[in-house]
């Protein structure tokens, strides 16, 4: 059991420290990753999403600020928030929200069949604004060893993902970040 020092406001630590996002930074610009949308990526996302039969998929990429959305199928249409306000899911969240900088900084899969379930996810901001109950994420660690970003999926209901869903998003990652590498394969 971890337990993050609270923040100066008093809260806990949501997002974990991530020491390793300037190298992660310089990686990506090596590679030509995390600055734009990449067409490959959204096709590769939205193939994703149909296997997985989820409405999200994402290939994200994490940097000292935000995450980067550079392969995105989200719907099309607004989601109505807590607050009545509409939303739409963009390319870019800070690094609070969502999940994937949890999978960047721990380096392992993510599966979370009810956020609701796990008290430092439910009060992320994605489970309220845009009604994510369900997460299944597995990092892009490249042959430097550097993890990437994460390669995910999410549900707008809880559901289990089982043994078959964490092997397929980490053979998944496995086999994007090596296409992501090769650059000319993929892109």
Known sequence: MTYDPPRPA????LT??????????RRLCALGLGERAEPALDAFAHQLAHH???PYAMVTFVDEHQQFFAGLCAPDAAVRAADGTERRVGRHLPREYGFCPHV?????ALVLD?????PRFAGNPVVDELGIRSYLGAPLVDSTGIALGTVCVADVTPRAWG???LQTIKATAADLTA?????GTLL
């Not at 974990?16 to 930074?25: I, Q, W």
């Open 16 to 25: 974990p420290e991530d020491r390793d996002a300037p190298a992660r930074v």
């Open 104 to 108: 960047v900084v721990r380096r392992k």
């Open 10 to 13: 008093g809260r806990l630590l």
């Open 179 to 183: 296409r992501l590498e090769q650059r």
């Open 114 to 118: 009810d956020v609701r379930d796990y």
């Open 52 to 54: 997985a039969s989820a």
């Open 163 to 165: 043994r078959a869903g």
